[in-house]
């Protein structure tokens, strides 16, 4: 699983243990010269819901955004320390980024759907990983759709704008989205503060399964 993540490991000897799927040690996240996250030293347990509570501007998103490196693009974010994934650390130069954010998918506070199709959302990321037969790509879209509670709502109107649908549908479009990836870690941002309590609890109900 690792081997198309990182190019070049020849000098990454660590290994997790067992239990761990993640392990950060000493991360520390700076904005220029003012810095958000502190030393964070913690060990992230494989098949287990892991929740981060703390105020507001605590910095949970950006040390979120850090596990699959969405702050490489704010330019005046930078890190110290280590994001061991199963041993190796995602934080060095040799990540390929495109293959750790299909292995650390990520939903945001806010919905971000692409402005395309419902289908086309969901198979998007599958297409541009080569995959090409129809009958993959609609069960892709049923079950996934079905997992984030959303396709009783939209299974007649797959073909109809992402943009169409209200900020709650939008959000479980994007949950719908990461699954489809099968993603090993799954990072959620404050996913469900847009939800109504019924889909909220679906929400919950899903991570439950996942784990
Ligand atoms: N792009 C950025 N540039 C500069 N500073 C930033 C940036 N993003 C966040 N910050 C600052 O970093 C700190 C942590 O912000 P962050 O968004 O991680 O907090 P949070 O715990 O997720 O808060 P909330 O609960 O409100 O979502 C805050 O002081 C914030 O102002
Ligand atoms: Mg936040």
């Known amino acids: 699983m690792i081997d198309h993540i990182i190019r070049e ?30 030393d964070v030293n913690m060990n992230i347990e494989k098949h287990a819901v892991t929740a981060l509570i703390g105020p507001s501007g605590c ?41 750790l954010r299909r292995e650390i998918g990520m939903v945001f506070q806010k919905p971000n759907p692409f402005p395309k199709s419902i289908y086309n959302n969901i198979t998007h990321a599958l297409k541009y990983a080569g995959e090409r037969r129809k009958a993959v790509l609609d069960d892709a879209v049923e079950e996934s759709l079905t997992k984030a509670a959303l396709w009783d709502e939209v299974k007649d109107r797959l073909h109809s704008s992402a943009l169409s649908l209200s900020g709650g549908q939008q959000q479980r479009l994007c949950i719908a989205r990461t699954l489809a990836m099968k993603p090993a870690v799954l990072l959620l941002d404050e996913p469900a503060s847009a939800l109504d309590p019924i889909s909220n609890a679906r929400i919950e109900t899903l991570l439950t399964e996942l784990k």
Request: cysteine-free.
């Open 9 to 38: 490991h020849a000098e990454q000897t660590k290994r997790s243990p067992e239990s761990s799927v993640l392990e950060v040690k000493h991360l520390s996240i700076y904005y220029g010269d003012k810095q958000a996250v502190k």
């Open 59 to 99: 910095g949970k998103s950006t040390f979120l955004r850090q596990i699959n490196r969405m702050n490489d693009a704010i330019p005046s974010a930078r890190s110290e320390g280590e994001i061991l994934y199963e041993g190796l650390n995602i934080l060095g130069e040799a990540v390929n980024v495109v293959s």
